[in-house]
């Protein structure tokens, strides 16, 4: 049985399926095992290979292992130390993990903050010996599951204030994709349905079009599967729109696209990058200096002008359909 820890976000599971995959091609004839969030577990249905899911929160949550100790375990997760003695703890007959002498561990490639976080894993993996290839991000296709196909998502919220583009700027966007003739549609969660809410009002939008708080994980999946195209900003709906292959814009700020984005050769995926970026005219928000969004310096013009070329490359054909 394998053993692999990534609890973390749904972000942070998409952009390790090629590594998730590596192990399922390389160590054929075991379960596969995921220490992720429960709440995910419908999510990593949709990777593939992916026997079950043990409940785990975050590093905090050391679940009791209920087996026996695995064959091979794997830090999928960080950098350690934490997280190479969880994993540790379940008395693994292999641990798959980047050095880390901190907690004892002295095997495994250097740990690379540069790196982009799908090349990163698949290193990993390369050192020691498991074939896999970053370029393999594709989801299954979920069911419909009942929600409007070919809507324009639009998902402006994010858990770090740095990230979310101002909600006037969300709200003048949708008047003008509307105007255009997208039916557009806002996602969030729960905590955000106050806030998509708001820009709907804002943009002339009927209240049906907020669908934050309102969707499953599954039925997430299944909108921006069948989506005409995503903008939002650096978080998991855009690594769900890079798995489906479905047209993106995605402004990034303060991280890099460099350690986050989506393939830079995949022309339906447009990165518009603030991290660069010091303007912040003609921005009234309130919150304080570590609040203000990067991504403020990215105009609305420019975005609705990428969301034109990536309509005009093409959509991918990610999906596993299988």
């Given amino acids: 049985m ?9 972000g942070d599971l998409a952009v390790a399926v090629p590594a998730l995959r590596g192990l399922r091609a390389g160590l054929p004839g075991r379960e596969l095992v995921l220490a992720a969030p429960q709440w995910l577990a419908p999510l990593a249905a949709l990777v593939g290979g992916i026997d079950r899911v043990l409940p785990t929160a975050g590093l905090a949550d050391r679940p009791a292992w209920p087996g026996p100790p695995p064959e091979v375990a794997v830090n999928l997760h960080g950098q350690g130390p934490q997280s190479h003695r969880m994993l540790a703890a379940a008395r693994p007959g292999r641990l ?15 740990w690379d903050d540069d790196e982009h976080e799908v090349r ?24 419909r599951a009942g929600v409007p196909a070919g809507a324009t998502v639009l998902h402006p919220g994010s858990k770090v204030p740095a990230k979310r583009w101002p ?38 939008l009927p209240p049906e079009s907020v669908r934050a708080g309102r969707t499953d994980l599954v039925e997430l999946a299944a909108l921006v599967a069948d989506a005409r195209v995503v903008v939002s900003g650096d978080t998991g709906v855009a690594h769900l729109a890079t798995g ?12 890099s696209p460099a350690r986050w984005g989506p393939p830079p050769d995949r022309p339906w995926h447009r990165v518009l990058d603030a991290s660069g970026r010091s303007e912040v005219d003609g921005w009234a928000g309130d919150g304080g200096v570590g609040d203000r969004p990067t991504v403020v ?26």
């Fill in 297 to 322: 310096a990215v105009p609305v013009d420019e975005v609705l002008a990428a969301v034109g070329e990536v309509e005009r490359s093409g959509r991918g054909s990610d999906a596993v359909t299988a």
């Fill in 244 to 255: 489906y292959g479905t047209a993106s814009v995605v402004l990034f700020g303060p991280v």
């Fill in 96 to 110: 798959l993990a980047f050095a880390n002498p901190a907690a004892g561990w002295t095997d495994g490639p250097r």
């Fill in 167 to 204: 909600a006037e700027r969300f709200a003048a966007l949708a008047r003008a994709l509307t105007d255009r003739g997208h039916r557009v549609v806002l996602t969030g969660s729960a905590d955000e349905r106050g806030l998509a809410a708001g820009i709907a009002r804002a943009a002339g």
């Fill in 2 to 10: 394998i053993l692999a820890l990534r609890a973390l976000g749904v």
């Fill in 120 to 143: 990163r894993w698949c290193r990993l993996l390369h050192w020691y010996g498991l074939p896999a290839d970053p370029t393999d991000l594709a989801l299954r296709r979920p069911p």
